[in-house]
Each structure stands twice: as C-alpha cells, then as structure tokens.
C-alpha cells in the first residue's frame, strides 16, 4: 500500500472540505471517509486491489467539493483531477487508469456499470456509506428540508432503499443485516 499517497490524499480531502467554498460542508468528508472504510472493506471481500479501490474512495467525490458547478458531472471531472493529482505524486500509471475507471463508474445514477472488482468495491461503498450517516440524513430531513416526522423518516428510509438497489448482488448479501437493522429502526420492513 502507498501509505504516502493515502495519507497525503486523507489531508488533501478535509483540507478541500473544510474549505468555505465547499458547498457541501464537512459532512462530505465524512462521507468519504465511510466510503474508503467500506471500499477497502470490500476488496478484502472481493480479493479486488485495496490500495486503487482506497485511493479511488478517496478521490471518487474530489470535483464536487473543489468546485460545486462540477457537480452533475462530478464523476467525469474527478478521474480527471485524480489523474493529476496521482501522476504528480508519482503513481503507477496502470494504477492511475484503474483509480479513474472507479471514480467515472461510481454513480448508480449515471447508467455506467462497474465492470472492475475495484470499480464495484468503490460504486457499493459509496451506495452502502448513506447506512453510515443515517444522523445526517435525518438532519438534513428534519432541518435543512424542514419536514415533520413522518415525512422526515420517509424521505431517510427512501433514500436508504434506494442506496441498497444499487449494489451488487454480492454486496447486497454481504450488507443485509445492516440494511435490515437500520430499516428496523426507522420503522421499515
């Protein structure tokens, strides 16, 4: 593992969120940090390489809090970013292309399929990490979008349900029981 490049990259990351013109806020570090749990998680599940599914998690939302206009293709412009960011700090060029294959295929949304172990580590990490913020969720239900009750837990179970219909098959068994607990929880069957 290239624990020069994560650790630089961990620091790179909080400092860009943390930064005012992050429209996101420190949440999204947070995010980014279950996603690298979770993704390297995985490739030891899958026996997918642990340091470009780490190093991808950790790139897979760069554009979006460098620069919010970035956003709706985030994706394409952070395996861009990452290319960079990678070849200056000296990275396997072969690795280099495998990190931004993870980060343009990390969205359920866009119709790209992952196709890599790695890229499925990554795309599952990213789906399975709103289980890990499930308070953020309801923050931003409760608070930020000012529903009540009902509506608030609706909107959270949801997103949650949603999330879990785009993993893998492999990974919807491996995260079941958290699914289903955090389901229990909200009141969900």
């Known amino acids: ?42 490739a030891e599940q899958y026996g997918a390489d642990k340091e470009v599914a780490v190093i991808a998690a950790w790139l897979h939302d760069i554009a979006s809090v460098t620069d919010y206009s970035l956003y709706e293709e985030h994706h394409i412009h952070g395996a861009e970013i990452a290319g960079d960011i990678l070849e200056q700090l000296g990275y396997d060029n072969d690795k280099i292309v495998r ?40 923050f931003l239900a409760y608070s930020a979008k000012g529903m009540d009750f009902e509506a608030g837990k609706s909107f959270v179970a949801d997103k949650l349900k949603r999330s879990f219909a785009k993993l893998s098959e492999e990974s919807k068994a491996f995260y079941r029981s958290k699914y289903e607990q955090v389901m229990d929880i909200l009141g969900e069957k």
């Open 99 to 138: 990190v931004q294959g993870c980060i343009r295929n990390h969205r359920g949304s866009t119709g790209d399929k992952p196709c890599t172990k790695e890229e499925i580590c990554v795309a599952d990490a990213d789906a399975i990490s709103h289980f890990d913020s499930v308070p953020s969720l309801l």
């Open 1 to 42: 593992m290239r624990t020069d490049i994560i650790e630089y990259l961990q620091k790179e990351i909080r400092a860009r969120c943390e930064k005012p013109s992050n429209k996101f806020g420190i949440g999204c570090y947070y995010h980014i940090e279950a996603v690298v749990k979770n993704a390297e998680l995985l």
